[in-house]
């Protein structure tokens, strides 16, 4: 097993990593910014090394900077969290070629992961579920519109090295479907510098499940059951909740079984994400993560297995500590993810905390680097704390997610908190009646009342 651990991240996530360290008896590194000098990954780590000043650029994505960190303080592997560098495939064969260990799967996993249009092919050779479209990349809008004879309106134009929802036109007809491609295109090349387009059937109201894997590449890769990830505003997910309120027995056990096993033939070591998108008893890969997903404790919660620690065994060459049968779902899980923004316009709001009080009880548990004092940057991400709240059965857990959010005081910057608490008192959701469209509707409707 590893001895030091450099952790290249910030926030609520170095520290979830610092923790799986902590149980396992491994040394942490962090890193930081100049920002970050009195952030609570760096007071809780064994040691840290400032590795730049506050634009991530700098700092959190300054490679140089992190190698030289973690050879001076003789770490012998890296893990680099979410976001920032953790799906950078060169980032991760550079730490492998400085002698040290990648948390997180091969390099060309990484890669071929990376490329929309690479993923997809991949996907459907292991034997994954796509939105049916074009195959492989389109060349012109006329191409495009022979695939939609076969797809039927309406389309979606994608681009192949699109993120964030960039690059994505929706098409119902011939006409729009030329603009579609040409829009699509410059949007592209000025967001990624590559125009390569492909295209889908777009789905009118399907609901966002994803399917949490771990593989050992050894011989063994399971799954941990699925996550309803559709509460989402600008593509950014607010609220998920594990199990999915819709999915059948059947379905979550077939979807569960075809994603483990097309991970395994891939011989994919280490933990990941398959994201579907569900519309009527049928999924839809629409990408896969290759690393630890912000969402990953709802699934900690209903199966006991702690997913950091397993994805640090296999980086060790270890073998998962699980088989499929032991893996066994039990009550339900939701996480809120509260940030530091206007809960309904979503503007940024960063500044010092001045009151801070966590929500204790039995079923609660915070992932967050707050204190009372701590200042916010306004350099990174806006979440702050996420709460994750555990129940034994879907009722139990909202009336236990309400309780925890009343007692949540976070004084000084605005929150999600009071946009949580309209979620978990709504009726749709209550009922699990919702769509990927459903929240930025709920919130125009309740902005527009305002006005
Ligand atoms: P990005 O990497 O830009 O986030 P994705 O392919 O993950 O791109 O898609 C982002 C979002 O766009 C999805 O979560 C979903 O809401 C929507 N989307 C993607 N493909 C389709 C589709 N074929 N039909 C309907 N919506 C889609």
Redesign the pocket.
């Known amino acids: 097993m590893f001895k030091k651990i450099l952790i290249a991240n910030r926030g609520e996530i170095a520290l979830r990593i610092l923790r799986a360290c902590r149980d396992m008896g491994i040394q942490t590194v962090a890193v930081h910014s100049t920002a970050d000098a009195d952030a609570m990954h760096v007071r809780l780590a064994d040691e840290s090394v400032c590795i730049g000043p506050a634009p991530s650029k700098d700092s959190y994505l300054n490679v140089q900077a992190i190698l030289t960190a973690a050879a001076v303080t003789g770490a012998d592997a890296i893990h680099p969290g979410v976001g920032f560098l953790s799906e950078n495939a060169d980032f991760a064969e550079m730490v492998e070629d400085h002698g040290m260990a990648f948390i997180g799967p091969s390099p060309e996993h990484i890669r071929v992961m990376g490329d929309?249009v690479a993923a997809k092919k991949t996907a459907i050779e292991l034997g994954i579920p796509v939105?049916p479209g074009s195959d492989g990349a389109i060349a012109s809008a006329e191409e495009a519109i022979e695939v939609a004879k076969t797809t039927g309106y309406p389309v979606?134009v994608?681009a192949a090295s699109?993120?964030?929802?960039?690059g994505?036109k929706v098409a119902n007809s011939e006409d729009e479907l030329r603009d579609a491609v040409r829009l699509a295109g410059t949007e592209a090349k000025a967001a990624f510098g590559d125009d390569t387009l492909y295209m889908?059937?777009?789905?009118g109201q399907?609901r966002?499940i994803e399917i949490q894997l771990l593989g050992d590449g050894q011989g063994t890769c399971i799954h941990i059951g699925e996550r309803d990830c559709s509460l989402?505003r600008r593509?950014q997910k607010l609220l998920e909740e594990a199990p999915s309120p819709v999915l059948t027995e059947e379905e979550r056990e077939r979807i569960g079984r075809i994603s483990a096993e097309a991970m395994l033939k891939f011989g994919y070591k280490s933990a990941g994400t398959i994201?579907y998108?569900y519309e009527n008893g049928e999924f839809?890969f629409?990408?896969m993560n290759t690393r630890i997903q912000v969402e990953h404790p709802i699934s900690e919660a209903i199966s006991g297995i702690d997913i950091l620690e397993e994805q640090i065994r296999v980086a060790a060459g270890e073998k998962l500590k699980y088989k499929q049968e032991d893996v066994v779902l039990k009550g339900h899980a939701i996480e809120c993810r509260i940030n530091a923004e206007n809960p309904y316009t979503f503007m940024p709001s960063p500044g010092q905390v001045t009151s801070y009080h966590t929500p204790g009880g039995v079923g609660v548990r915070i992932d967050s680097q707050l204190y009372q004092g701590y200042r916010i940057p306004s350099n990174y991400d806006s979440l702050i704390a996420k709460l994750i709240v555990y129940g034994r059965d879907r009722e139990d857990c909202i009336m236990k997610t309400r309780r925890a959010l009343q007692e949540y005081v976070i004084d000084g910057v605005q929150t999600s908190i009071p946009l949580h608490l309209d979620l978990v008192h709504n009726e749709d959701i209550m009922k699990g009646d919702y769509n990927?469209h459903w929240l930025e509707k709920f919130v125009d409707e309740l902005n527009a009342q305002k006005k």
């Open positions: 929309k939105v979606l994608k699109g993120g964030g929802g960039r994505m889908e059937k777009y789905l399907p966002h989402q593509h994201e998108l839809f629409i990408e990927i």
